[in-house]
């Protein structure tokens, strides 16, 4: 099994920028592959960005290309998401997943597929 923690939300102003961090832990943490999510509230969660376990490969959601640039730091066993040019629709709880079915853009849009969850960080986006 594998545990995720996130952590680097906050309250921002419009065109600001976020690093958001999920630290993966657990013995067989290298073989799940990790995504982002967020969820406005009253909103169902969205996929915005994953990366491949085996080859660091990224995959991102078209609301958020340009924008959000997800990375990895294998030393630190820490997934990053930075977050530029942050926008009041970039508001709500970011969550990290994981799964370790094969990574594609469509497992990215259906949330339920993703077994492991952390407990998510607040992002508000503000004036």
């Known amino acids: 099994q594998v545990q995720l923690v996130e952590s680097g939300g906050g309250s921002v102003q419009p065109g600001s920028s976020l690093r958001l961090s999920c630290v993966v832990t657990g013995n067989t943490r290298n073989y799940w592959n990790i995504g982002w999510f967020r969820q406005p509230l009253g909103r169902g969660r969205e996929g915005i960005a994953g990366?491949?376990?085996?080859?660091?490969?990224?995959i991102y959601a078209d609301s958020i290309k340009g924008r959000f640039t997800m990375s990895r730091e294998s030393a630190k066993d820490t997934v990053y998401l930075q977050m530029n040019d942050l926008q009041p629709g970039d508001t709500g709880v970011y969550y990290c997943?994981?799964?370790?079915?094969?990574?594609?853009?469509?497992?990215?849009?259906?949330?339920?597929?993703?077994?492991?969850w952390g407990q998510g960080t607040q992002v508000t986006v503000s004036t």
């Open positions: 990366i491949n376990s085996a080859d660091g490969a990224t």
């Open positions: 997943g994981a799964t370790n079915m094969f990574l594609t853009p469509q497992l990215l849009c259906v949330a339920s597929l993703w077994d492991v």
